[in-house]
Every structure is written in C-alpha cells, then in structure tokens.
T-cell receptor
Framework: GEDVEQSLFLSVREGDSSVINCTYTDSSSTYLYWYKQEPGAGLQLLTY?????DMKQDQRLTVLLNKKDKHLSLRIADTQTGDSAIYFC???????????FGQGTELSVKP | DSGVTQTPKHLITATGQRVTLRCSPRSGDLSVYWYQQSLDQGLQFLIQ???????AKGNILERFSAQQFPDLHSELNLSSLELGDSALYFC?????????????FGPGTRLLVL
C-alpha cells in the first residue's frame, strides 16, 4: 500500500533539537527523502537516505532509519527560527519514479 | 534555486476554463514529474514523463493531460476547471528515472479557480 504518516505539528525553542518522525508502508522503498517547504515556496530537498543505511548525518541534520519498523526520523540540531517550515518525508513507490509524501510536519521555532 | 522553472507563478481563472502550466527541467534532466498540492489531498503525484514518453500515471483526472516536448520542457493542461482544482501544482525533474533518482522541485504554479 501507499501510505506515509507524519505528525502534523512540532514546536521547539531556538537552540533545542527538533525530531520529526515519519512512518511508511512500502517495504520495497529503496530511498527515503526529506523535503522542506517554506511559506509560499516550493519543495527544497534537504537530504535522503538509502535503505541499506541506518543513519546519515549532514551538518545539523541527522536521518535515522529503522527499516524493521518502517520508521524514519529527521533530527535538526541547534534549531533556528529560519528552520520554521513544513517538513515532508517521502518514499519512492515500488522502485519507480513516483514519490509518496506524508502530510507534512509544521515546525515552529520560538525564540 | 533548484534549476527547475515553472510558469506562470499564479493563475486565476473561472470554472469551465482551460489552462496550461509550463515546466522547464534542470539542464540535462530527462524526467519530469507533476504533483498537485491541495489542503485536503496533500501532495499527490499526477504523472511522469521520461525523454518525451509517459512513464507513470498517478491520480490524474481525465480532464487533465500532459506532454513532454523534444526540448524536454513539459506542459500540464487542465480543462473544464472546477473549484476543487484550485491548488499548487509542482513540477519536478530528475536526471533519469527510477528509485535512485533525486527529484528537484520547481517553485510551483498556484491556481485559483473562481
């Protein structure tokens, strides 16, 4: 089936870490993605992880993948007000080109 | 800037009308994807083209059609527009097609049907 689930809202204080969670259903997904959407803007690719990896770190971003539980998370260290946006996780469906997106998590960073 | 361009940025039209949205992929990308983002449906895949040929189809209505031209730009045609077609339409492109190909998104065309 095609289903990606995310919690809708997350609020953190500036300087704290943010953790955005995602669950997916397609066990054949080979790549999982995180995109960021700022108000009125398009989707910006943040990072991705290949399914044979457990973790990927890219500066302030850490992606953790638990393939057994089909659970993906994005950790943003030292969260800044500029990180306020909607974050989407997405999986590639059935080895093809179609991305299945979650509903998006709105991250609000308070000073 | 992803390198994917979309025109127009905004479009306001009336029910029953027809519009054309245009997308230019990143230089060298052969694959183009169209997605619709609406409040009730979220982000949904519509259709994919690869080097001029339709590759995959998603939840695209029969009133909607797309094509990819020899210069690799793509157009999404929406006809007999309804209020519910109001949404943000994104185009994305990738080098080739398949699971390992990262998709880069354009800024979107915001369509409002009145």
């Amino acid at each position: 089936g095609e289903d990606v689930e995310q919690s809708l809202f997350l609020s953190v204080r500036e300087g704290d870490s943010s953790v955005i969670n995602c669950t997916y259903t397609d066990s054949s997904s080979t790549y999982l993605y995180w995109y960021k959407q700022e108000p009125g803007a398009g989707l910006q690719l943040l990072t991705y992880i290949f399914s044979n990896m457990d973790m990927k770190q890219d500066q302030r971003l850490t992606v953790l993948l638990n393939k057994k539980d089909k659970h993906l998370s994005l950790r943003i260290a030292d969260t800044q007000t500029g990180d306020s946006a909607i974050y989407f996780c997405a999986e590639i469906y059935n080895q093809g080109g179609k991305l299945i997106f979650g509903q998006g998590t709105e991250l609000s960073v308070k000073p | 800037d992803s390198g994917v361009t979309q025109t127009p940025k905004h479009l306001i039209t009336a029910t029953g009308q027809r519009v054309t949205l245009r997308c230019s992929p990143r230089s060298g990308d052969l694959s183009v994807y169209w997605y619709q983002q609406s409040l009730d449906q979220g982000l949904q895949f519509l259709i994919q083209y690869y080097n001029g040929e339709e590759r995959a189809k998603g939840n695209i209505l029969e009133r909607f059609s797309a094509q990819q031209f020899p210069d690799l730009h793509s157009e999404l045609n929406l006809s007999s527009l309804e209020l519910g077609d109001s949404a943000l339409y994104f185009c994305a492109s990738s080098r080739r097609t398949g699971a390992g190909e990262t998709q880069y998104f354009g800024p979107g065309t915001r369509l409002l049907v009145l």
